[in-house]
């Protein structure tokens, strides 16, 4: 098995750290190493497309990796639904864009926006869009426990392996390796293609295109997406609604920024918003007019963050351009703050009330705000999510702030992140995600997250006996 040394960077710039990373390629390999951690006490972390933006696959002190990239195999059809739906088995490693390749006239439901993001991670992750769940549409897994055993769960799966299939959505690698998965993709035809209408251009005082969105999700209207853009501190609120359509060849809809496969272009695109967002905003207000029609193609529509998620790799490569431009001081990360927070439905409004009263208390952050989106989703069905048991469904807003490492600036948009959390909570029973970057007090996450942390540690003592599995994020919450 090979062992090396390897420089892990989490993306949005901000966490990284230096491992020994082992790299089974095969299930036993992989039950060897996990019995051989256990023997040695050796605690092991496991990576997968490394695209979190948080410590999730960051090995704490004295801990080694585990790369899941060698662990692949085939991928297979299953079945053909009337409705050209397909069901796939895929190795929990295969990336939502080497899955396209094999499959390129379906696309997954409720991905998350990034296609180098692996299927696994992504299930683990209990990843979202912005109208679902992508655990919704994944019906059986196959996962390797630190103990050794394989289990094969499902919903109607007895014992432990039921258990698995309810709780690995959002458990983060404590729980052990999935292997393969088996997951629904829905068919994509010629001439379809990605509608995005601007249904609110308002101002957000009032909440007129907030209650708009809440609207709009009840009549199931837009069931592509459905997204709210706050533009800077209370200033105008933009609602974007999607939906497939099979346009006519004289529809003049213009096409949708950073879609496209001009993937240098929106690169540089990214780059230019990450580092000026205060220069960018009003170019917003100017394209998003209300009742304005975009299209995109399904792909790029469906991972729209694909720019930036390359761009780390291109601003770092060797190309004459990147060299220039990190010659002239360029840092090639595109570093952001974000985080996101799980909103009771019923709560919407106060908390948004107090959010950006507190963000009052900081305007000098309106100038690194890349983004201010809020999404509404349905019931969680995933115990181990922060929106689990908020009645109706839950907002999510995440916030994403620029910010270049190490400056004062960081540490007050880290402090004004962590203020908001804590109200937030306190007042109105908001949770931040574990998915994203967390930046609140460590002791204020355990507090918000305990029904998690209890769970996900009573299953893990049965599967995982001598702690094998860990990562930075899961020993800041005591797991
Ligand atoms: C550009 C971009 C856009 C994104 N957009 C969204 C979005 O719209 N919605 C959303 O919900 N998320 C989004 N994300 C976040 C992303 O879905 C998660 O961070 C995801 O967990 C990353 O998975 P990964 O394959 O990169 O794995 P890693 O980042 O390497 O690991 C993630 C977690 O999975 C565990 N893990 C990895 N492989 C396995 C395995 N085989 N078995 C068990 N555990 C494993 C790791 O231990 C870790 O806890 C986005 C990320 C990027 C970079």
């Not at 079945?79 to 990336?95: F, K, N």
């Not at 609110?200 to 909440?207: I, S």
């Amino acid at each position: 098995m090979q062992t090396m040394t390897i420089d892990l960077r989490a993306m949005g710039g901000l966490y990284e750290a230096t491992a020994s990373v082992r790299e089974p390629a095969s299930p036993e390999e992989l039950s060897a190493l996990f019995q051989d951690a256990a023997a040695r006490r050796q605690r092991l972390t496991l990576i997968g497309a490394r695209r979190s933006f948080g410590e999730h696959f960051l090995p704490p002190e004295g801990a080694e990796g585990v790369s899941t990239a060698r662990l692949s195999g085939a991928t297979r059809l299953l079945s053909t639904e009337a409705d050209g739906s397909i069901w796939v088995r895929a190795p929990g490693s295969l990336t939502f864009e080497a899955l396209h390749r094999e499959y390129p006239h379906h696309l997954p439901y409720h991905p998350p926006t990034g296609d180098r993001i692996s299927l696994a991670g992504a299930l683990v992750a209990c990843a979202h869009n912005a109208v679902g769940f992508f655990a919704e549409e994944v019906r059986a897994f196959r996962m390797m426990t630190p103990d050794g055993a394989v289990h094969e769960c499902h919903a109607a799966a007895p014992g432990i392996a039921g258990e698995l299939f309810r709780q690995v959505p959002g458990s983060f690698g404590a729980l052990g390796v999935i292997l393969e998965l088996e997951l629904r993709l829905f068919r994509v035809r010629e001439r379809q293609r990605a509608e995005i209408t601007v249904l609110e251009h308002c101002p957000t005082r009032g909440f007129t295109a907030l209650e708009r969105l809440e609207a709009v999700y009840r009549a199931g209207e837009y069931p592509l997406g459905r997204g709210l853009f706050f533009l800077g501190r209370r200033g105008m609120s933009v609602l974007l609604g999607d939906r497939i359509v099979m346009p006519e060849p004289h529809d003049k809809a213009a096409p949708l920024p950073l879609t496209d496969d001009s993937t240098r272009r929106n690169i540089v695109a990214q780059g230019i918003a990450n580092r000026m967002p205060g220069l960018v905003r009003p170019f917003q207000g100017l394209v998003l007019k209300r009742g304005r029609r975009f299209h995109a193609g399904l792909y790029g529509f469906t991972f729209f963050q694909r720019s930036y998620d390359r761009a780390y790799d291109y601003l770092a490569s060797p190309a004459v351009l990147p060299r220039m431009l990190r010659a002239l001081g360029v840092d090639p990360r595109l570093t952001v703050c974000h985080q996101t927070f799980a909103v009771p439905v019923e709560r919407r409004r106060a908390f948004l009330d107090m959010y950006f009263d507190v963000f009052d208390a900081y305007p000098e952050l309106e100038a690194r705000l890349e983004q201010q989106d809020l999404i509404r989703l349905p019931e969680c069905a995933w115990p181990l999510h922060a929106a689990h048991g908020m009645p109706g469904g839950a907002y999510l807003l995440t916030v994403s702030m620029s910010v270049r490492r190490g400056q004062p600036h960081e540490a007050r948009v880290r402090a004004f992140l962590g203020e908001v959390s804590r109200r937030a909570f306190e007042a109105h029973g908001v949770k931040v995600l574990l998915l994203k970057q967390a930046h609140c007090e460590p002791a204020l996450l355990r507090r918000m997250h305990a029904p998690f942390i209890e769970a996900l540690g009573a299953l893990k003592q049965r599967v995982d006996p001598h702690r094998v599995l860990t990562s930075r994020m899961l020993d800041a919450l005591g797991l």
